[in-house]
């Protein structure tokens, strides 16, 4: 599976913006999702991730109730919609896949777990 991510960019804090991750090379479909950020100087951070059987959901503490996961599973696309942004929330962000995860907790967004990756997208929050 090849990703790519796109949608970062530069908001004010409180703004929103709605990342994307498409794919290509083998179907989506049966992969479970997962957002990952970094930030500079810091450990790749698991921020959310969507199952491929169910398209159950799970957060990370840190941007639950601001961040959405969801899928499209007829585009193969997947997205991050992200409110209330925060200038902690600048980062990097990369989409990964994995065909046998199942997210059942925020430990299991994990990035040793996913074994596909897109490269990332900046977003810089200003305060």
């Known amino acids: 599976v090849q990703l790519q991510a796109s949608g970062g960019g530069l908001v004010q804090g409180g703004g929103s913006l709605r990342l994307s991750c498409a794919a290509s090379?083998?179907?989506?479909?049966?992969?479970?999702i997962g957002w990952f950020r970094q930030a500079p100087g810091k450990e790749r951070e698991g921020i959310s991730c969507?199952?491929?059987?169910?398209?159950?959901?799970v957060y990370a503490t840190s941007v639950k109730g601001r961040f959405t996961i969801s899928r499209d599973n007829a585009k193969h696309l997947a997205f991050l919609q992200m409110n209330s942004l925060k200038p902690d929330d600048t980062a990097v962000y990369y989409c990964?896949?994995?065909?046998?995860?199942?997210?059942?907790?925020?430990?299991?967004?994990?990035?040793?777990?996913?074994?596909?990756w897109g490269q990332g997208t900046l977003v810089t929050v200003s305060s």
């Open positions: 990964a896949a994995d065909a046998d995860l199942y997210c059942d907790s925020e430990s299991e967004i994990s990035a040793r777990d996913f074994t596909f």
């Open positions: 090379g083998s179907d989506l479909n049966s992969h479970a």
């Open positions: 969507i199952n491929r059987s169910d398209g159950s959901t």
